[in-house]
């Protein structure tokens, strides 16, 4: 009967088999040898080239904040240009929204961070200010360490900024456990750009951003 090594688990002759049954046992060491090479290449791959991705909105743009309430207005953050990705995290004409996660990501955690700059507004609304909102997709098993942000909804963190009628920059980041198998087509996540305070006259807000971004890179497999 053959033998198995205690660590990979790969196959060895011992001197109990058969002399017919050494083929079979020599391919499948050596098959389970390729897959533990496998293994190991990929894991160094990854600490040279980590997976990372960056997006960027860099036209200055203003966004048209919908109601959600009788003191909120939101819209998502587009992005238009795709500054780095090593690993097809990225599909602007799909998902202008946030970074994706093709099948071929590995299943672990990744720090993220977004940054938002917006320029004065002539909003109707006084004593108005801005928050993020960041929506977390499928993909995200679990989502800790969030400095500066609150929320009770599963699958959203929350980060209050300055006032909504003078220059403001936004910023949050964390990072996330992701399982690339749920989902390749939606984002992992997408940022909300909130406008609170008292609105006059027509409930819908316009907001200039003059730039933002979003990150997401590989931190440790799970």
Not at 32 to 57: E, H, K, N
Not at 117 to 140: E, F, W
Not at 162 to 167: A, I, K, L, R, Y
Request: proline share 7%.
């Amino acid at each position: 009967m053959s033998g198995t090594t205690a660590t990979y688990h790969i196959p060895y002759p011992t001197g109990g088999d058969e002399l017919c049954a050494f083929p079979t046992t020599t391919q499948g060491s050596a098959q389970a040898i390729d897959a533990a090479l496998s293994s190991v290449t990929s894991a160094q791959s990854r600490l040279i080239v980590p997976p990372v991705v960056r997006l960027s909105l860099r036209t200055q743009t203003t966004l048209t904040l919908s109601p959600v309430n009788t003191l909120q207005n939101l819209a998502m953050v587009p992005f238009d240009t795709v500054d780095v990705d090593t690993a097809n995290m990225s599909n602007l004409n799909l998902c202008p929204v946030g970074p994706i996660t093709p099948a071929s990501l590995p299943k672990g955690w990744y720090d993220v961070g977004i940054y938002v700059h917006t320029g004065t507004s002539n909003a109707n609304t006084t004593n108005s200010s801005l928050m993020l909102q960041l929506v977390l997709g499928p993909q995200v098993n679990q989502a800790s360490n969030w400095p500066y942000c609150f929320g009770a909804t599963p699958g959203v963190r929350k980060y209050d900024g300055g006032s909504g009628n003078t220059d403001t920059a936004l910023y949050l980041g964390g990072n996330v456990l992701l399982d690339p198998t749920k989902s390749a087509t939606l984002p992992v996540f997408a940022v909300n750009l909130v406008k609170q305070g008292s609105f006059t006259g027509s409930h819908a807000t316009d907001q200039l951003i003059t730039f933002a971004c979003c990150w997401m890179m590989w931190s440790r497999d799970q």
